[in-house]
């Protein structure tokens, strides 16, 4: 896929407020969004559209984000990303045995989840990278790719050159590249709280 090539996403949430204000963050990032207020629409619309990620509140009416989550792992292989407003180690469990890429704890803002959201697409086109630098015959977990697409996202840098420094990082602090990544990672959570200094 090219990379100047927009994205599809589809942003699921029953708070028609949250759901515009993602809406409209990622339709300015350059993301092509489609969304739904409810599990049932969603659905439909993964069917048609077939996005390249899916945000999915995790408690609404009807059918939760974790039904949400169940079809579009098993028809579709669509990733997906929890919002919740809790994140109490019962709902983290579920998500994980789930699959779920990350869970983004509520109040969102959108310069919190555009990291996290360049860092899962990375991830899902990762066997098709051209670049040797980026691809590996080992697929790169998760966390690392968030982590690139935080740095991506911070310091306007292509996603190579936030590969390379974060390895750079890691052998500098002589540290595995993965628990590097989850620094970056609480790092960037950090910024993201009420009253942070940047």
């Known amino acids: 896929m090219d990379s100047n090539e927009k994205s599809t996403i589809l942003v699921v949430d029953d708070d028609r407020l949250v759901l515009a204000t993602l809406t409209h963050g990622l339709s300015q990032a350059g993301y092509r969004v489609i969304d739904a207020d409810n599990g049932d629409d969603a659905i439909l619309l993964a069917r048609e559209h077939q996005p390249a990620l899916a945000l999915l509140d995790i408690r609404m009416q009807g059918m939760s984000g974790f039904d949400v989550a169940e079809y579009l792992r098993e028809y579709h292989q669509i990733p997906f990303v929890f919002l919740s407003a809790f994140s109490d180690e019962a709902t983290l469990a579920r998500s994980r045995a789930l699959g779920a ?46 982590a690139v697409g935080a740095m991506m996202h911070r310091h306007s840098i292509d996603r190579n050159t ?37």
């Open 101 to 146: 890429a990350a869970v983004l704890t509520k109040p969102l803002d959108i310069g919190h989840i555009l990291p996290v959201v360049q860092g899962v697409l990375l991830q899902s086109r990762q066997p098709g990278v051209d670049s040797g630098d980026v691809a590996h015959a080992e697929p790169q977990p998760a966390v690392i790719w968030m």
């Open 162 to 198: 936030a590969l390379q420094q974060l390895r750079q990082q890691a052998i500098a602090e002589k540290r595995p590249v993965l628990e590097q990544a989850e620094r970056v990672l609480e790092a960037v959570e950090a910024l993201a709280l009420p009253g942070a200094q940047p």
